[in-house]
């Protein structure tokens, strides 16, 4: 009671919480203009004509509306080749790791071994090291083994660097099934790969969902190994692709927005899907 009474006889304290809820709000609509500002602007804008874009004042509603940049964008040079090589990439390297994810993760929340809290210390380290460090090393090894320029050594990487996150986001999940269900399916006889396939993975729909989810839209909008692993034209993936916008001597701001906006629609879309696994599954896994 004391401590509470000194709580409330602070002046600046008493505001706060009386006012909460409104700076709440305050922060909350703050938040959603700094993030829908800027996507609302690009989306605008890649309906305009190049004489317009950097108009001053400058025009928030395109007129006159037109589609040609789209259409340019999307028709120009090899980009509908680099969509389809980001389309491929990402979903094979999405669908690996959630294959070897839910592997992983079941060895470490079911099994007991030796070592088990050394790999799970060795797997949240991994995400400690940023990309670029990792850059020369890996150029330098799928060079020697003659994978430099392939889809192979791309997706290898891609899958090696997201496994990581994929494994513990589902461990987290995989913890929070009830152990009731798990031994009476053991009592009615289910072995270690029935319990997986039958009981398991079934219950962590949402889990594996949101993890694929998290894996795809990672490897979407990756750049830095892409540009590093890549270089054949015909290889590249989208994000490298956008580039082709820039030249030496212009940049076609118009087309480059285009481009950008039809490239954030594969992510929309799969967070749409799956908006709701995502949440079941993150939160799930963390309330355990």
Known sequence: MTTATAVRSNPLQEV????????HAIIAFVSVFILVVPALWLVLASFKTPQNLFLIPPQIIPDPFTLDNYIEALSSGNFPRYLANSLFVTTISSTICVVFGALAAYALTFLKFKGQRIWQGVIVGTQFFPT?????????????????????????????????????????FYRAIPPEVLDAAVIDGCDQIGLLVRIILPLSLPGLLAS????FIGVWQELL??????GDPALRTVMVGLYSFITEHRIAWNLLIAASVAVSVPTIIIFGLVQRYIVDGVTSGALK
């Open 16 to 23: 706060a919480f009386k006012y909460r809820s409104i700076i």
């Open 212 to 215: 694929g989810a998290f894996v």
């Open 132 to 172: 670029g460090i990792l850059l020369l090393p890996l150029f330098r090894m799928w060079a020697q083994l003659g994978l430099f320029d392939t889809y192979v050594s791309l997706i290898a990487t891609y899958t090696a660097t997201s496994l990581a996150l994929c494994t513990w986001l589902l461990v987290g």
């Open 225 to 230: 190994l892409a540009v590093t692993l890549i």
